[in-house]
């Protein structure tokens, strides 16, 4: 079992073949579990409220940095001291969650990434990892300022302290990188961990790279 502390949030949107298993997998470590439905078409909900979870509802579909949010500071409010970050899609394995959150139960870490490339466990398809993850590694480095091993894997934990000093504006999937701008600018002490993601789908696309750069360029300019 997790300590009693620990927190895992899981953004879920049209997840009913999925979040059943993940949740009763997380379940055997640890009840304090937060599933922020951003706004469900299918039976997710209702799966959901049959489980013994914490249940937040967007009435509309915001995307998973609006979800994740809303999750953290739902976590924060019930007094967590540490936050994970848990994809409903069935490809992280819970067995990685106490790996994840070690550097910050030691101090040696705010903020914890998981990756995929520090071992050769997760097998992610050749174009997905030389012409989506590659380039997203550099794009991330030149933005932010971090060179990291791996690009917008939601596989993460976050201290508190961290979690209170991170706020995600960006709504959808161009959080990821945001959450490593931010870590930057707040000076976080952060390291990565290897963990296991089983792709039973491609996931995002050439051209969701694309929308993501377009959200950062213009959430900089609104700034100015």
């Known amino acids: 079992m997790l300590n009693e502390n620990v927190w895992i949030v899981i953004p879920a949107y049209n997840e009913?073949?999925?979040?059943?298993?993940v949740v009763m997998s997380l379940l055997e470590l640890t009840p304090n579990i937060v599933v922020v439905n951003d706004g469900s078409t299918d039976s997710t909900q209702n799966i959901i409220e049959q489980l013994d979870v914490h249940l937040v509802n967007h009435m509309i579909n915001r995307g998973m940095g609006a979800?994740?949010?809303?999750?953290?500071e739902y976590a924060l409010k019930q007094g967590?001291?540490?936050?994970?970050?848990f994809d409903a899609d069935g490809q992280m394995q819970a067995k990685d969650i106490q790996k994840i959150i070690s550097p910050i139960l030691e101090n040696q870490a705010e903020i914890v990434f998981g990756s995929?490339?520090?071992?050769?466990?997760?097998?992610?398809?050749?174009?997905?990892?030389?012409?989506?993850?590659k380039p997203a590694i550099l794009f991330n480095w030149f933005f932010?300022?971090?060179l990291l091993s791996d690009a917008?894997?939601?596989f993460r934990a976050m201290s508190g302290k961290a979690a209170k000093r991170i706020k995600l504006e960006q709504d959808r999937m161009a959080h990821a990188t945001e959450i490593l701008d931010?870590?930057?600018a707040c000076d976080l002490e952060f390291t990565e961990i290897p963990v296991e993601i089983l792709y039973q789908e491609y996931g995002?696309?050439?051209s969701g790279g694309f929308k993501i750069i377009k959200d950062l360029i213009l959430a900089k300019i609104i700034r100015r």
Request: proline residues 2%; hydrophobic residues 40%; charged residues 20%.
């Open 144 to 146: 932010t300022g971090l």
């Open 67 to 72: 979800a994740l949010q809303t999750g953290n």
């Open 204 to 206: 995002q696309k050439f």
């Open 80 to 85: 967590a001291e540490i936050i994970v970050h």
């Open 182 to 184: 931010q870590v930057r």
């Open 116 to 133: 995929r490339f520090l071992d050769n466990k997760s097998k992610i398809p050749l174009t997905k990892k030389y012409f989506i993850l």
């Open 16 to 21: 009913q073949q999925n979040i059943f298993g």
């Open 152 to 154: 917008h894997n939601g």
